[in-house]
């Protein structure tokens, strides 16, 4: 049985939904590789990227079995699932495209991970989140750059070392949901932010995503302050950004809203 799916619309928006409901969507390697497999190579008519699951839960982190059977591998294998993880973090949160993740239950460890490499999380007000890896005498590693900069490092301290319950609201309030709303408003909630993001240029919305990690990364480094305006200069003349004005101009949609 296939352990994700991948549909798409028309207007651009394409969905993968992990889908090993009876392991608690739980990541093993099979379904790291394949969601990075999916997220690298996504059409390039993709304008916005959901991560979904099925069921109750979202996501119960690593496959526990998968996990106690790393004992009977090599050190090069054992290594080899690492990096395997990190890449598939690195692929979804490196993605040009704006990504959505739709969080309908709990989300513990690595799924916590996968959540901060998305752009904008939706979490229902029943959703629960856990950093639960040092209760198995684990550590957050490969998803800790990407949670501390979710949370920043004062709860990051709190959340690694306690493996603590994080109810919706409370994930909300340090950063790490986006947006909280009733389970019946879930979809709803996301297609808003879908249209949102439809409405914008593509090319421009992909820049803008390198512009927020190179700054949060680089911090004021004068070279790199030094670069905004060229970025800004190139980016302005070109065929997106023209398009832009004019359609402002003429008081028409740009051409790449549809309809």
């Known amino acids: 049985m296939d352990k994700w799916a991948i549909t798409n619309t028309d207007d651009g928006v394409y969905t ?32 916005v990227f959901v991560l979904a699951s ?11 079995n998968w996990m106690k ?7 090069e294998q054992n290594q080899a699932d690492a990096h395997a993880f990190a890449t598939m ?7 040009p495209h704006p990504t959505i993740a739709r969080v309908q239950g709990a989300a513990l460890g690595g799924g916590v991970g996968i959540i901060c ?32 900069e979710a949370i920043g490092p004062r709860a990051a301290r709190r959340y690694f070392q306690s493996a603590e319950k ?17 389970a019946d408003a879930l979809d709803t909630t996301i297609d808003n932010v879908i249209k949102a993001m439809l409405q914008c240029g593509p090319y ?16 004021h480094n004068p070279e790199l302050i030094e670069s905004l305006g060229d970025r800004l200069a190139a980016i302005r003349t070109g ?8 359609a402002f101009l003429d008081k028409r949609k740009p051409k790449w809203i549809a309809g």
């Open 54 to 64: 099925a069921g109750d839960i979202f996501c119960a982190g690593a496959d526990i």
């Open 89 to 95: 973090l690195k692929t979804l949160d490196q993605l």
């Open 117 to 148: 490499c998305c752009d904008v999380v939706v979490a229902t007000e029943q959703a629960v989140f856990a950093l639960s890896e040092v209760r198995l005498g684990l550590i957050p590693a490969t998803i800790s750059p990407y949670v501390i």
């Open 239 to 246: 065929d997106e950004a023209q398009e832009g004005f004019t």
């Open 16 to 47: 993968l939904t992990i889908t090993r409901e009876k392991q608690r969507n739980a990541l093993d390697l099979e379904l790291i590789i394949g969601i990075t497999e999916v997220a690298a190579n996504i059409p390039s008519d993709c304008r």
């Open 69 to 75: 059977n790393s004992a009977n591998l090599s050190a």
């Open 204 to 219: 421009a919305q992909g820049q803008a995503k390198k512009l927020v990690r190179d700054l949060s990364t680089q911090g």
């Open 166 to 182: 994080i109810d919706a609201q409370r994930a909300f309030d340090i950063g790490l949901v986006s947006e909280v709303c009733q």
